[in-house]
C-alpha cells in the first residue's frame, strides 16, 4: 500500500507562483511514476504532469508546459509541482497521484487517469484575475 499526502497550495493572483508538495510512503515498488492531476468544479479531473520515478522522464499537459516544473527527491520520496505564471484556469483540486505504467515511452505522451493507482487526499489551489 503506498500512502500520498499533500502540501502546499492555497490562493494568488494571476502571474503569481505557488508550489505543491507531495510526500510517499509505503511500499513503492509497485510504483514507477508519480505526478499531479487536477479538477475544477464542473470538470473532469486531468492530468497536469508526470515523473519517472525511475529515471529524467516527465509529461506535461499543453496547457502548463513552460509553466509548470514536476521534480522529485528520491532520497526523501517527494515529489514536487512548482507553478509559476499562474492563471486562473489553474485553479482546482491537485491531486498526487501514482501508479505503474508498463510503457515508459508512452510515459512522456501521456497521462491516463486509469494507470492511477494511488491518490493523496487533493489540495485547493485558487488563481484569482
Known amino acids: 500500500q503506498v500512502h500520498l499526502l499533500e502540501s502546499g497550495g492555497g490562493s494568488v493572483q494571476a502571474g503569481g507562483s505557488l508550489g505543491l508538495s507531495c510526500g510517499v510512503s509505503?511500499?513503492?515498488?509497485?510504483?514507477?511514476?508519480m505526478g499531479w492531476f487536477r479538477q475544477a468544479p464542473g470538470k473532469e479531473r486531468e492530468g497536469v504532469a508526470r515523473?519517472?520515478?525511475?529515471?529524467?522522464?516527465?509529461y506535461y499537459a499543453d496547457s502548463v508546459k513552460g509553466r509548470f516544473t514536476i521534480s522529485q527527491d528520491s532520497g526523501k520520496k517527494m515529489v514536487y509541482l512548482q507553478m509559476n505564471s499562474l492563471k486562473p484556469e489553474d485553479s482546482g483540486i491537485y491531486y498526487c497521484?501514482?501508479?505503474?505504467?508498463?510503457?515508459?515511452?508512452?510515459?512522456?505522451?501521456?497521462?491516463?487517469?486509469?494507470?492511477?493507482?494511488?491518490w493523496g487526499q487533493g489540495t485547493q489551489v485558487n488563481v484569482s484575475s
Open positions: 497521484a501514482a501508479g505503474f505504467t508498463g510503457s515508459t515511452e508512452t510515459l512522456s505522451t501521456s497521462m491516463p487517469i486509469s494507470e492511477v493507482q494511488y
Open positions: 509505503g511500499d513503492t515498488e509497485w510504483i514507477n511514476y
Open positions: 515523473s519517472y520515478i525511475r529515471g529524467r522522464i516527465t
